[in-house]
Each structure stands twice: as C-alpha cells, then as structure tokens.
C-alpha cells in the first residue's frame, strides 16, 4: 500500500460512519476513495454535475449554494471539518441541486457510489449510521425552514451567534466568526446590509463587541432573551 491510500486509510478510521467495519472492509473503502484539496475559492462541483459517491470533509470549509437567475447568490449549508455531504443526491440518482465552493483552502475525501452500495447491502449498522447522519440534515434543513418563516432577522442573527459557542450562563466569551459575514448573511436568508445593521444594533445594547470576525458576547443568557 503506498503512502497515499495509507494516509488515506488512516482518515477513514476517524470517521464515525466507518467506526464499526473491520480493517479489511475500511481497505475496500479506501480502495474507492480519493483525496481531493481545494483552494480557496475553488468549485468543487457545480449545479447540475452528476454525483458518483459523497464527500467527507477533514479540513478547510465549503458552501454549498445556488444562483438565481439575477445572479443573487444564496447560500445553503456550510460544511466544515468532521462533516459530510452528497449522500441523498447519491442514492437519488440525480444532479447536484446546488455548488460546492472551497471557503478555505481545504481537503476533503470522495469515497464512491459503487463501495458505498455495497456497504449498505452487507452490513445494517452502516446503513443505520447513514441514515442518521441524513436525517440530522434533514431535521437541520426543517429547523432552518422554521427559522426563516417565524423568527426575525435580529432572532436569526442571535440564534447563529449562540450556535457559536458552547456558553449559555452569565459569563463573557468570545468567538470567531466561521468564514465571512457575506456568506453568514446569505446563509441566514439576510442581506450583508441587514447582518451589518443587526451586529451593529446589539452592539449598541451592550450585548456584543465585533472587532472583524471576533464578536465578544458580553452575556450569552442576555443575548439569547433580547427581542428586536
């Protein structure tokens, strides 16, 4: 085995969805999947492409969007490392419904259709472990949907930050924003205009300090019980 399929052999160990197979199993799967590096910037696919197997990221970031006709670009997910993609336009036999843009410089893995398929035919727990990785995409996607449709944009903003950090009492923390406010904004179904307004709204309460991407929230608890 050379270099790269034993690089490659050892990220798939780290990855949850591969934790029951056996060594040989995790060979034949390494056997089929391929390292791929972006840079940042870099399409990885683009609407319309077809799917030949799913994505695992293990370093960098990505999002995945769609452009309307105008040209407004609106952002859909955003995946960073531990987390994968692809699985259900996989299994549906159908084009990608969005792109896949690098937001970092960035490494992921492509493990193919063919193994996969296999996988599932051979043994249950993985396809459980599939399924359930699917269905928290799922319930995130009806989260999202639920947000969108009864919360206000500032709520939007508040629910994002506090997604950021693990803090929920009375103390001070600080985060880092995960790529740029363009992309947070699009993805929040919210204009770079209106993200900029609301961060500088809570600002004015006391609540947050934005320095560039590092937004200090001065108290989680107060942030997460303000109403616009």
Known sequence: MNQTSADILSQLRQISLFGELSESELE?????????RLGKGELLFQRGD???GFYFVTGGQLKLGFSSAQG?????EIVGPQQSFGEAVMFMDR???VFAEALTDMTLLHIGQNVVSDLIDQDPQFARKLL???SVRLHNMVRDVEAYSLRSSTQRVIGYLLQQTEEDGTKACEISLPTSKQVIASRL???PETLSRIFHDLADHG????????????NPQ????FND
């Open 207 to 218: 609540l947050i300090t934005v320095q560039g991407k590092r937004i200090t929230l001065h």
């Open 72 to 76: 407004n670009e609106k952002v859909v």
């Open 95 to 97: 084009p990608y419904p």
């Open 222 to 225: 107060n942030l997460a019980r």
């Open 132 to 134: 359930a990785g699917m």
């Open 189 to 191: 179904n919210l204009t």
């Open 50 to 52: 077809v799917a030949h």
């Open 28 to 36: 034949r799967v390494a056997r089929y999947t391929r390292e791929r």
